[in-house]
C-alpha cells in the first residue's frame, strides 16, 4: 500500500558504510533472492487485497476474482521491472516496487456499479496519461496540488473506504444476498482478524510486526474454515487451466466522464506520493536527492508510475503505484541494489500466471478481508489528517478544509442531493472524493487570506 503522508527528508543521503549492496552492485543468488522474498512477504498483501474488494463490491463470481488477482500479480510484476530496469525515459532505476493502488478503490467502485469492469479498464487507461504529463510539469503544479489539497483528497480516500471495509466485515455483497449480513460470526471473524493484526503489530520482534496483516489474514482463514464460512466446491472447477494467459482488453472497454475525472484527480495525487516515494527510496539508497540526476530519476519513476497503471489496464487490473513500505526493506537488509527488483518482478509474474494462487485468496470470507483492510483504511485517513495537521492551519486553510470536506462527505453520505441535476452534473460530481478534491483545489485557488 502506497505510503499517503508527505514528510519532510533531509538532504543528506544516508552513509555508504550502511549499505551491503548499492544501486548498481550485483549482489550474488543467495543474497538477492533472500532479499526479493523479503520484499514479496511485505507486498503481497496489499497487491491482492484491492482486487479482491472491488471485486466482492461488484459481486464477481470466484473464477473473475481469481483472475483480477492474477493480473494484479502479474501486473505488478512488469511494472516493478520497468522501475527498476529503466526503459527510456521511463522507471527511476532504483529498487522501486510497485503494486495495486488502494487509493482508486473509492472511484472503481463507483464506476465498476455504473458500468461494470469495461468502463473500469477504459478510466484506467483513459486517465493514466494525466500521471504520465504530471511527471513532465510536477514543478508548476506543485502551486495548485498543495500539501493541503493532497491531504483533503486522502482523508476522503480513507473516509470513503472505511464504509467498504466495514461492508465487508458485515459478509460483503453475498451475506446481503442470502439474508446473513452482520451476523454474530461475521462480525466475530472480523473481530479477530482486526484484534491480531492490532497484537502483532505492536509486538517488539520486526519480523512479526512486518508480517502482522499476513498473520491476521491467515488466522482469520482458519477460524472461517473451522467455522464453515469457506467453500472449495469451485477450486476443481476453476483450477483446470495450468496456467492464466493474460490476455489484453479481455474484458472489453468503455468511458463516463466522471470516473474518468475521479480517477484523473486520484493520478495526480498519486504523482505526488510517487515523488515522496522515490525521494526516500534514493536517500535510503546512499544518492542524491538534489541536482540534474536526482529530478531525471524522480520523473522517470513517476512517468512510469502512469505507463504502468495504463499497461495494468490494459491487462485487466487496476492502477498500480510504488510502494512505500519496501524502503523500509532496503533500510533494514542494507540491500539496495536494483538488481533485486529483477527477482521481485520474476516472483510476481510467476504468481501471476497460475491460477491456482489467485483461486486461494478469491475464496477467502469477506469478514476476513473487512477485519485486515478496516485497519487499513483507517490509516489512509490518518495519513489524510496528518498531511493536513503538517500544514499551517490558518483561516484560509480553515475555510477550504470547511468547504471542500461538507461537499466533498455530502455527496457521500447524501447521493440523492444531485437527483435533480442534469445528466452531465450528476455524471461528474456523484463521487464524493470527486467534488471535495475539485473544490479543494478550486478554493485553494480562490479564497485569500
Do not use: W
Not at 334 to 358: D, E, K, N, Q
Request: hydrophobic share 50%; aromatic share 8%; proline share 4%.
Amino acid at each position: 500500500m502506497s505510503d499517503t503522508n508527505t514528510q519532510s527528508i533531509e538532504t543528506t543521503p544516508i552513509a555508504k558504510a550502511d549499505l551491503i549492496y548499492r544501486i548498481e552492485d550485483k549482489p550474488s543468488f543467495k543474497d538477492s533472492f533472500f532479499a526479493a522474498i523479503q520484499h514479496l512477504l511485505a507486498i503481497f498483501v496489499g497487491i491482492i487485497t484491492p482486487p479482491l474488494i472491488i471485486a466482492d463490491a461488484l459481486g464477481c463470481d470466484v473464477t473473475t476474482k481469481a483472475f483480477l488477482v492474477s493480473m494484479s500479480l502479474f501486473a505488478s510484476g512488469i511494472s516493478t521491472f520497468i522501475q527498476c530496469r529503466r526503459v527510456g525515459p521511463l522507471g527511476a532505476g532504483l529498487l522501486c516496487v510497485q503494486g495495486t493502488s488502494f487509493s482508486f478503490i473509492g472511484p472503481i467502485i463507483s464506476a465498476g456499479l455504473v458500468g461494470g469492469l469495461p468502463l473500469i479498464f477504459g478510466c484506467t487507461i483513459a486517465a493514466a496519461p494525466v500521471e504520465m504529463i504530471v511527471s513532465r510539469t510536477f514543478r508548476y503544479l506543485k502551486k495548485v496540488i498543495t500539501p493541503l489539497v493532497s491531504g483533503i483528497v486522502v482523508l476522503l480516500i480513507g473516509l470513503s473506504l472505511v464504509k467498504v471495509g466495514i461492508f465487508s466485515c458485515g459478509g460483503g455483497q453475498t451475506a446481503m444476498q442470502t439474508g446473513t449480513f452482520g451476523t454474530a460470526e461475521n462480525i466475530l471473524i472480523a473481530a479477530v482478524v482486526l484484534v491480531s493484526v492490532l497484537l502483532f503489530n505492536k509486538s517488539g520482534n520486526k519480523y512479526l510486526r512486518m508480517s502482522s496483516i499476513v498473520l491476521g489474514l491467515i488466522l482469520g482463514y482458519l477460524l472461517a474454515l473451522v467455522m464453515g464460512h469457506v467453500s472449495f466446491a469451485s477450486f476443481g472447477q476453476s483450477s483446470q487451466a495450468l496456467f492464466n494467459i493474460p490476455t489484453p482488453f479481455k474484458y472489453g472497454l468503455d468511458f463516463n466522464i466522471s470516473s474518468f475525472i475521479a480517477m484523473a484527480l486520484i493520478y495526480m495525487i498519486t504523482a505526488i506520493e510517487a515523488t515522496g516515494d522515490i525521494t526516500a527510496n534514493s536517500l535510503i539508497s546512499g544518492e542524491d536527492i538534489e541536482g540534474e540526476k536526482y529530478l531525471k530519476r524522480v520523473s522517470g519513476g513517476v512517468m512510469a508510475d502512469g505507463f504502468n497503471s495504463l499497461l495494468a489496464g490494459i491487462f485487466n487490473s487496476f492502477p498500480n503505484s510504488i510502494f512505500a513500505q519496501n524502503n523500509g526493506i532496503i533500510q533494514l537488509t542494507g540491500v539496495a541494489s536494483r538488481r533485486v527488483g529483477y527477482y521481485i518482478a520474476a516472483m510476481l509474474l510467476i504468481l501471476g500466471i497460475f491460477p491456482g494462487i489467485g483461486l486461494v485468496f478469491s475464496l477467502m470470507p469477506d469478514p476476513v478481508l473487512g477485519g485486515a483492510t478496516l485497519l487499513m483504511f483507517g490509516t489512509v485517513a490518518a495519513a489524510g489528517i496528518r498531511i493536513i495537521a503538517s500544514q499551517d492551519i490558518d483561516r484560509k486553510a480553515t475555510m477550504v478544509l470547511a468547504i471542500s470536506l461538507s461537499l466533498g462527505l455530502g455527496v457521500e453520505l447524501m447521493p440523492d442531493i444531485l437527483k435533480a441535476a442534469p445528466e452531465s452534473i450528476r455524471a461528474i460530481f456523484s463521487s464524493g472524493i470527486t467534488t471535495g478534491g475539485i473544490a479543494a483545489i478550486i478554493s485553494n485557488i480562490v479564497v485569500r487570506k
